[in-house]
């Protein structure tokens, strides 16, 4: 059981934007992509969730090629958090989460008990209970980020790819959400910024720079003052942070360096 993608590039007129990006993301492990800004990040996540069609035979789920699965097929397998998400339209809360059923009815079935159980659930899971008729175009940037973190949940796929999912979320959010997606039983693959996060919630590290992956491994092989130094251009302190027992990382802002 994999996400694997192979030798996919991607140009935009004379641009390459992604350069021969080849990864595979393990059955129940959680794979954070980091790099500066414009390296790639949600480009290469836009090909694994078929908004950009990958050419060739390039991304595979449990060995099947993705552009051969149907949507239903997919979205069963594979949940997805993107970053932009406009709506025409309004929706309640509730009606939002529930579009997370979508791969597991059938056409013209209705909500089931279960449904409704399980919604209730995600919506606890995501601090919302009490939201359910609210107006989803009506809430703040975070609470919408929550409803569709419930949505996602409400997939239960085996697959759950993101965006920088703590994008607009306060500090206790952001820790609560990676902790959800911690304890599910799941493989997450996920673009963060914040490298203090992706040290403590990550297996692996994946870390994209100019459309190229530079390197790949645990946080602590990953997320060095070197390749922080390189490719973010800004120097670090790479410490132990004696509470979690995880890497922590303080950045000197004075220290600001050439990239590359
Ligand atoms: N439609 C487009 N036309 C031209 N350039 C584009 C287009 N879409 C993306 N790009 C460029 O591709 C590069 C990669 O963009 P992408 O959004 O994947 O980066 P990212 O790593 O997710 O960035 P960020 O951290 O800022 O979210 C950027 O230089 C961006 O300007």
Redesign the pocket.
Known sequence: MSLLVKHLDYE??N?R?LDQISLEIRDGEFVGLV??????????L?HIYRTYKPKGQTIFLDGNDIMELSAKKLAGALAVMA?ENQLEFDFTVRDMVMFGRYAHKKFLEGDTAKDRELCEKCLREVGLTGYETRSYLSLSGGEKQRVLLARVLMQESRYIVL??PTNHLDVSYQYQIMDILRNQDVTVFS?I?DLNLAALYCDRIIF?YQ?KIVDCGTPEEVLTKENIRKYFGIEAQVTRNEATGKMQIYYLPGWVTEKG
């Open positions: 935009i007129g641009d934007i790099g500066p800004n414009g390296c790639g990040k949600s480009t290469l836009k970053q965006d920088e673009s910024h994209l459309g």
